[in-house]
């Protein structure tokens, strides 16, 4: 069994990775997110930051699990 935790943020990301998630979901801050909510969600870099955050602790991309 896995843990799948919700993101809307960078720090939630990290915050759920530090308590235990093994894979965490987030969407963008374009049109294709029908949560688009001021202080909600991901731009490119801050996905890259939260992704390198998530490998550096032992989390693998789900198409490597």
Do not use: S, W
């Given at each position: ?7 809307g943020n ?20 374009n049109t ?13 870099r801050r ?19």
């Amino acid at each position: 069994m896995e843990l799948v935790c919700p993101a809307g943020n960078l720090p939630a990301l990290k915050r759920a990775v530090d308590e235990g998630a093994d894979a965490v979901y987030f969407g963008f801050q374009n049109t294709t997110n029908a949560r688009r909510f001021a202080g909600l969600n991901f731009t490119d870099r801050r996905a890259r930051e939260g992704i390198d955050y998530a490998h550096a602790r032992g989390r693998r991309d789900p198409a490597l699990c």
